[in-house]
């Protein structure tokens, strides 16, 4: 086995010092390590960056160990608190030379003693370096922070391009031209490069373009809520007839949905684009999703998962054998959560094979395939065929037909630890809707080892929220006494004013013991499985949206909108 000095020549100490942080934190063991000594000798390279490739660390954990190398005050800072960068900070640098040295000019403050000190954001770079460089260019003092690389980058691309195109003045020019454009020879394609570009920065998952009576309007989705962002003329028929030629659909059909796909390049970024269109009333409806290559997922702590089930759920997805399920609906964080505890696994030691649709999540040392209905690759059919590839674990993107619900539960029964996803509202609605596809509840019993039922709920925003007083119903849902207060954002610049950035999970988790098989495989009547659940102390959805408020993650308001019926 290779050694951590051999692999560095033995005289480069902070490689030395990184690789024994990453082995004390837990972060590896010997046979990853082995693994990666052995492809830095092939391949040369900075150890922190074949950790993260290689998918055994995350670029947030490799983040944290360099901000307690480094020492001297440099604090790790997570993506959601990095403020917008001001032009005061940033006026002196470009992007070219940002990229190259990786940082980016936050903002400057001046000291007590009149010396300007500037607050900079570092991904891949040596502090001394940087602080030298903007020693010699500005005379300012540095306060650094450190970052994720990738995403450091991603920010430095975004400031650069924004501020020297501007989107929304942009979209409105390209509009103005298209409503002279009488001759239709003008192409909308800027028009569309720039709503897309817009999207991403307003961190968008899907694009709304709907029809009403005099005009057409465009909604981002952010943090699963629609947002209204820009109103157009009959100039938008120009544009969702452009889209769809990108899509390769029909252009001159205006009778029937269609679907199709076209990849954009944005920000540097690949992203795949689904389109899909029905017809209303006022016209046609459209809507585009965004899918980004994904290659570095948070662990589930980073995610949100609370400490206490995180050890729960670390035991769970080690399990040599079984059925693991997360439950929800669509866009509820599933396959964000199934892809983040897989990733807990030691996935050098298990064949680990996926078949998704698509593929949102990059995993290294994971055999991922992707469905793809024109060639007759779906689920149930890469199930058998994964069989023959000796896996210990198969992650199948959604259990949708009796097909693929038999194949799943064939491979769980025969020594593989499948994980999937269902589309039900509850943990208590998943022995149902297996019944429903066909799979008897003996079978069920013997072989369900977990199920994870999630939704999302917008996060408070970090940066500007405060403590309030909550009304007389959240006070009595919350248990709470009169004159306590809650968190809840404000509104500023960085969440756009809507008081919340990013979103945080709220869940509920079945792990069935004994006495809960036994009465699966009973058909028990649901009220019993759920106080049997209960007598284990199982933590219910609600009381999990409940612990959220209290810790000042999330709002009131919030869990209603996600959960529903119980949350005042």
């Known amino acids: 086995m290779a050694t951590l000095a051999e692999s560095s020549g033995g005289d480069n100490a902070a490689v030395r010092r990184m690789g024994q942080m990453v082995l004390e934190r837990g972060l590896l063991n010997d046979t990853e390590l082995d693994l990666v000594l052995q492809k830095q000798a092939v391949e ?28 001297h005050g440099i604090e790790f800072l997570d993506k959601d608190w990095a403020s917008e960068p001001t032009p005061e900070a940033t006026r002196l640098f470009n992007q070219a030379l940002c990229l190259a040295r990786g940082f980016l000019p936050l903002d400057t403050v001046v000291g007590s003693t009149n ?73 909308p394609d800027t028009l569309l490069e720039y709503i897309l570009h817009y999207a991403v920065r307003e961190r968008a998952s899907d694009i709304h373009i709907t029809a009403s009576p005099g005009s057409r309007h465009i909604l981002f989705r952010v943090d699963g809520v629609l947002r209204p962002m820009l109103a157009m003329s009959s100039a938008g028929d120009r544009l969702t007839g452009y889209i769809k030629l990108c899509s390769e659909m029909d252009v001159a059909e205006q009778r029937l949905p269609q679907d199709g796909s076209f990849s954009r390049t944005i920000l540097d970024q690949p992203y795949t684009i689904r389109v899909s269109t029905v017809i209303a009333e006022y016209g046609e409806r459209m809507v585009l999703r ?19 089930d995180i050890a729960a759920l670390k035991k769970l997805f080690a399990s040599p054998q079984g059925l693991i399920l997360l439950t929800g609906p669509t866009g509820s964080g599933k396959s964000t959560t199934l892809h983040a505890a897989l990733r807990m696994q030691h996935i050098v030691e298990r064949n680990v094979l996926t078949v998704e649709d698509p593929v949102e999540y990059r995993v290294p040392a994971v055999g991922q395939t992707e469905v793809n209905g024109r060639a007759g690759y779906g689920f149930s059919n890469a199930l058998r065929h994964f069989l023959r590839h000796d896996p210990d674990i198969i992650l199948v993107g959604e259990i ?45 019993a013997e072989n369900l ?120």
């Open 44 to 71: 040369g390279g900075r150890l922190g960056n074949m950790l993260v490739s290689l998918g055994l660390v995350t670029e947030k954990e490799v983040a944290r160990i360099l901000a307690d190398q480094y020492g």
């Open 400 to 444: 949708r037909d009796q097909e693929t619900a038999h194949a799943g539960l064939e491979a769980a029964s025969t020594g593989h630890l499948v994980l999937s996803t269902l589309h039900v509202g509850s943990i208590f609605g998943v022995v149902p809707r297996l019944k429903i596809l066909g799979i008897d509840v003996e079978t069920i």
């Open 290 to 308: 965004l899918l980004g290559q994904q290659g570095d997922l948070d662990k589930l702590s980073d995610l949100g998962v609370l400490d206490e």
């Open 449 to 568: 080892m977990g199920v994870i039922n999630q939704r999302l709920a917008r996060r408070n925003c970090p940066m500007c929220k405060t403590a309030t007083t909550p009304s007389e119903a959240a006070r009595s849902w919350l248990g709470i006494a009169e004159g306590a207060t809650v968190m809840r954002g404000a509104g500023c610049q960085r969440c756009r004013g809507t008081g919340y950035l990013g979103r945080v999970p709220v869940y509920e988790m079945l792990l069935p013991d004994r006495t809960i098989a036994d009465l699966i495989a009973s058909d028990a009547p649901r009220g019993d499985l759920r106080a049997a659940c209960e007598a284990t102390g199982m933590r219910t959805i609600l009381e999990s949206g409940r612990q959220r408020v209290l810790e000042g993650e999330t709002t009131t308001d919030e869990i209603e909108r996600a959960i529903g019926e119980g949350a005042t």
């Open 115 to 187: 010396q300007t000190v500037v607050t900079v954001l570092i991904g891949d770079a040596d502090p001394g370096e940087v602080s030298e460089l903007v020693w010699r260019r500005t005379g300012w003092q540095v306060r650094f922070q450190q970052g994720e690389f990738a995403r450091v980058n991603q920010a430095i691309r975004q400031h650069f391009f924004f501020a020297e195109h501007p989107p929304d003045e942009i979209i409105q020019r390209e509009l103005r031209q298209l409503d002279r454009d009488v001759d239709r020879v003008y192409s």
